[in-house]
């Protein structure tokens, strides 16, 4: 019998966690479901900012893509500096400043098309060849982080491959490429992500 309780009072004598032990792994318990909970606020919060920035870089590229097509159906450009663009070119509309066109096999119709860029907005208008505005004019890109967005092949700057507008007071050749350069909001962490591509007029006479 002696034998028996010796073996079973060890046994008895276990005890379980003491009151520091809880309080600790509680402890332990509210930092971790806090840090989490912290976590998923944070990235609620940030997920429309996220969005918006998202929003900007696709249509960045897409306002990207139309306004190089545009050059490249460019006929003359007018007005060359780095905010602004002033090009005759060919749109598929039934008139300048018009809805587009719906008949595939009517011709294209040339208008002045101009990109004027302020503060972080970029906006697009029409008028005729004579000079006359029509429609009116839309913003094409907002939350620009610059608004230097077109540069010039050649111009005046040193090396004569440069993509750069003509300085002041300086003669430079015409310029025979357009670039253009989007620096929108980066929405994969911060500054700015830059958007470029450009075009050759079809033709290589240009108008000062």
Request: one cysteine or more.
């Amino acid at each position: 019998m002696r034998r028996r309780v010796r073996r079973i009072s060890p046994v008895r004598d276990e005890s379980g966690m003491t009151l520091i032990e809880v309080l600790v792994a509680a402890l332990m318990s509210v930092i971790i479901v806090g840090a989490s909970c912290a976590m998923l606020i944070s990235a609620v919060r940030d997920q429309p900012a996220l969005s918006k920035k998202a929003q900007n870089v696709t249509t960045a590229r897409w306002q990207l893509e139309r306004i190089v097509r545009e050059l490249r159906n460019g006929v003359t450009l007018e007005t060359k500096t780095p905010t602004e663009v002033t090009l005759v070119a060919q749109v598929r509309q039934a008139a300048c400043g018009g809805a587009a066109q719906t008949d595939s096999s009517a011709d294209p119709v040339q208008c002045r098309v101009t990109y004027s860029c302020s503060g972080s907005t970029c906006t697009r208008s029409e008028a005729t060849l004579e000079g006359t505005p029509v429609g009116t004019p839309t913003v094409a890109l907002s939350g620009l982080g610059d608004t230097d967005v077109f540069c010039f092949v050649p111009s005046a700057a040193a090396d004569p491959t440069e993509c750069g507008a003509a300085q002041e007071g300086e003669e430079a050749d015409p310029p025979t490429y357009v670039g253009v350069n989007l620096d929108v909001p980066n929405p994969e962490g911060p500054g700015l992500l830059t958007i470029s591509d450009g075009a050759t007029l079809r033709t290589a006479a240009f108008s000062n």
